[in-house]
């Protein structure tokens, strides 16, 4: 019965000192994880800034860095093609070409 216990605990023990390593494992990846996650994130918001100054004008785009699909009449969505993904919805005044976000959202596969 004592034999029994002792291995229990020694079981107990092995299996606390697992989950120490791999809680020592994610906190050791998690910094870089964070930063990479960051500069997509902020990647995409530029590519899709960029496509918001340019709606008007799609044809002068050099190098497309988002999806641009009708959504209505004058409201535009727009999705960076990098991930992680940013989508917004665009109003377009026709008559003074300026763009308006109405709202964004990451958007996850």
């Known amino acids: 019965m004592i034999l029994a216990w002792v291995l229990s605990l020694l ?3 092995s299996s606390l000192i697992v989950y120490l390593e791999r809680m020592a494992t994610l906190s050791i990846v998690e910094p870089g994880t964070m930063s990479t996650a960051r500069r997509g994130f902020i990647a995409a918001e530029k590519a899709v800034i960029e496509c918001e100054k340019n709606i ?3 044809s002068a785009l050099t190098e ?3 999806f641009i699909q009708p959504a209505g009449k004058n409201i535009w969505l727009i999705t960076s093609k990098q991930k992680p ?3 917004i919805h665009v109003f377009l005044d026709e008559k003074t070409g300026v763009a308006s976000r109405l709202n964004w959202r990451q958007v996850f596969e």
């Open 11 to 13: 079981m107990l023990c």
């Open 56 to 58: 008007s004008n799609i």
């Open 64 to 66: 497309n860095a988002c």
């Open 85 to 87: 993904g940013v989508q």
